[in-house]
């Protein structure tokens, strides 16, 4: 049975919106661990964030969609989206073991993310249902990182992280918001399909 078993990314973030920084992290992650697919889940209330409401869950999930439409190796999800309440991570690992019961996960996730990751709901149950990959992000450099995952390992005594290498990229939905808003531009920070859905439905124009 080993020899079947499917390896699955999963991508989650809140999506506001999807950027090349997402994009490029799922397609390293998907080249170096050899994964069958990744999947894109975007959070619906994510616990620690406000999603700002000047954008709806549909805008941001069409933007996902267009994000990713031609790679076949690229998922939507809505796993996270059809939950009640706050979205926690431990709670979508848990349907995904049932839903998949022969595939092992890799979550997907930047360095910030990595840095929180004790503050999350269940960290240790977390670790024992999926691999963590992390990349670097902003000017964290490999080295923090690698102590970081040592540290997370020796701290939760289990927990298979590793270190996903990745160009750094200073990309981030924040600060594509406030570029809109300031009437910058963000082409090329984000896929040309998705600027133009930004642009056409004047989307981050407000505060
Ligand atoms: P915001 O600025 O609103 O916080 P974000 O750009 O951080 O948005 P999220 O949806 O919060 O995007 O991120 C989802 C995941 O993608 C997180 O694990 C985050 O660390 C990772 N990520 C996002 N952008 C990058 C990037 N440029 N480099 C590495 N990882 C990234
Ligand atoms: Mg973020």
């Given at each position: 049975?080993?020899?079947?078993?499917?390896?699955?990314g999963?991508?989650?973030?809140?999506?506001?919106?999807?950027?090349?920084?997402?994009?490029?992290?799922?397609?390293m992650a998907?080249?170096q661990f050899?994964?069958?697919?990744?999947?894109?889940?975007?959070?619906?209330?994510?616990?620690?964030?406000?999603?700002?409401?000047?954008?709806?869950?549909?805008?941001?999930?069409?933007?996902?969609?267009?994000?990713?439409?031609?790679?076949?190796?690229?998922?939507?999800?809505?796993?996270?989206?059809?939950?009640?309440?706050?979205?926690?991570?431990?709670?979508?690992?848990?349907?995904?073991?049932?839903?998949?019961?022969?595939?092992?996960?890799y979550f997907i996730m930047?360095?910030?993310?990595l840095?929180?990751?004790?503050?999350?709901?269940?960290?240790?149950?977390?670790l024992?249902?999926a691999i963590l990959l992390a990349a670097?992000?902003?000017?964290?450099?490999s080295?923090?990182l690698n102590?970081?995952i040592e540290?997370l390992i020796?701290?939760?005594?289990?927990g298979d992280i590793r270190l996903l290498k990745?160009?750094?990229?200073?990309?981030?939905?924040?600060?594509?918001?406030?570029?809109?808003?300031?009437?910058?531009?963000?082409?090329?920070?984000?896929?040309?399909?998705?600027?133009?859905?930004?642009?056409?439905?004047?989307?981050?124009?407000?505060?």
């Amino acid at each position: 049975m080993v020899g079947d078993e499917k390896k699955v990314g999963l991508m989650g973030g809140t999506f506001n919106p999807i950027h090349t920084g997402h994009l490029l992290l799922a397609e390293m992650a998907y080249e170096q661990f050899q994964l069958d697919k990744v999947l894109f889940m975007p959070a619906r209330k994510p616990y620690h964030k406000t999603v700002r409401t000047m954008v709806s869950d549909q805008e941001r999930i069409e933007m996902i969609q267009l994000a990713i439409q031609g790679n076949a190796n690229f998922e939507l999800s809505l796993i996270e989206f059809q939950r009640e309440g706050n979205t926690y991570t431990i709670d979508t690992l848990k349907e995904l073991n049932i839903k998949y019961p022969n595939t092992q996960f890799y979550f997907i996730m930047g360095a910030d993310s990595l840095y929180q990751f004790s503050q999350w709901k269940e960290p240790e149950e977390i670790l024992q249902r999926a691999i963590l990959l992390a990349a670097s992000r902003d000017d964290i450099a490999s080295s923090a990182l690698n102590s970081q995952i040592e540290y997370l390992i020796e701290h939760f005594g289990i927990g298979d992280i590793r270190l996903l290498k990745s160009p750094n990229m200073e990309i981030s939905s924040h600060n594509i918001r406030n570029r809109v808003l300031e009437g910058k531009s963000i082409r090329y920070l984000l896929p040309d399909v998705v600027r133009e859905y930004i642009e056409t439905k004047g989307l981050y124009q407000e505060r």
